[in-house]
């Protein structure tokens, strides 16, 4: 536990305390929640998982279903609006921000929703989509729609910022 929220202080300078983090953070709520429907889920225990995860949805609109496999210190940015979808599978030290949707396509019974490798960092309202596998140490900008592989190491993005015009020091335009 000690080591999730040194995380969470670590990757966000707006952690003041191990208390504020516990207290206001939805995305360790939504992930307290989503161990116990996990581990009922495992269990093969019906209904009772996907009732956890509906609570916990209303709770911190942060919507995770209960086979979703997750590794250690996973960090919920905000969360508003995030989605993981049944059989994405995602590693160590990941950072999910808000409106982030690892998502499917396809309606077939089979694997339909991304791997996200460890250290993986993905921004605000960025669709990862389908059985695809994201590789360690990627970094995904916001907006961006993922529908590839990424080799580790990779960092991409939806659109590059433009510098239109310069009128003073720190007064700079841009377009997207």
């Known amino acids: ?36 429907a996990h581990f009922l889920y495992n269990l093969k225990i019906p209904v009772i998982p996907y009732l956890i995860a509906y609570f916990s949805r209303a709770l911190t609109s942060v919507e995770i279903h209960p086979a979703v496999k997750i590794g250690k210190n996973l960090f919920i940015d905000h969360g508003c609006g995030l989605v993981i979808g049944e059989t994405a599978v995602i590693g160590d030290n990941v950072t999910l921000y808000h409106g982030v949707t690892l998502g499917g396509y396809n309606y077939e019974p089979i694997k339909r929703h991304p791997t996200l490798g460890n250290n993986v960092l993905i921004g605000a309202g960025a669709k990862i989509l389908g059985n695809i596998k994201i590789g360690d140490n990627v970094k995904v900008g916001a907006g961006s729609v993922v529908i590839n592989d990424l080799a580790e190491e990779k960092t991409v993005v939806a659109q590059t910022a433009k510098e239109i015009a310069k009128q003073q020091k720190f007064n700079i335009e841009y377009m997207i």
């Open 1 to 36: 536990m000690k080591e999730f929220l040194d995380n969470i202080k670590k990757k966000d300078p707006a952690a003041r305390s191990y208390l504020q983090i516990i207290l206001f953070y939805p995305g360790v709520h939504a992930l307290f929640f989503h161990r116990i």
